[in-house]
């Protein structure tokens, strides 16, 4: 065998390899986390709304959400745009590997959003947020905690007045 029929015939055996692997891989469903800041001008509705596009398009792209966390406004380490507060969220989902491509095309696109960071969670991540999530999900909240019970009153011991007659 001549070396360039060897290298098509590695050639071809790749590229068919390679679209099987693709394929493969697409039908995996992976766990990824994705935090994402928005610029601290927006109003509640707007920043309701804004959480919820990035959800549809989660949802619409075959993802499942997992957890949805908001964390509120918060400072940042250094100025973005000019801006020293951010409204963050915390988004957990389960997908294909495609879906964090379309994710962060959506995120570019929405002038919104000063950063973002998306990472697909190992094993031993995957069980912390697990065992995180039920942490949270078991602990009482303040509101729901029962009033506590007024201490019970020792019993005063009785003093007589002594007196210098």
């Not at 055996?13 to 601290?40: A, Q, R």
């Amino acid at each position: 065998m001549q070396s360039t029929e060897f290298y098509y015939l590695c050639t071809a055996f790749c590229k068919k390899h390679t679209f099987l692997l693709i394929s493969y891989l697409k039908n995996f469903m992976y766990n990824y986390e994705t935090v994402f800041i928005l610029t601290p001008v927006l109003s509640d509705p707007q920043m309701k709304e804004a959480v919820e596009k990035f959800k549809t398009v989660l949802t619409d792209n075959g993802a499942t959400i997992e957890n949805e966390e908001l964390w509120g406004m918060r400072k940042l380490a250094y100025p973005i745009q000019k801006k020293s507060t951010g409204f963050y969220a915390f988004l957990e989902f389960a997908g294909e590997p495609t879906i964090v491509s379309k994710l962060e095309t959506a995120y570019r696109r929405d002038e919104k959003v000063l950063r973002f960071l998306t990472f697909r969670q190992d094993k031993f991540a995957h069980e912390y947020a697990l065992k995180r999530r039920s942490l949270k999900k078991n602990a009482p909240k303040a509101e729901e905690a029962p009033a506590e019970e007024p201490a019970a009153e020792a019993p005063q011991a009785e003093v007589n007045e002594v007196t210098n007659e």
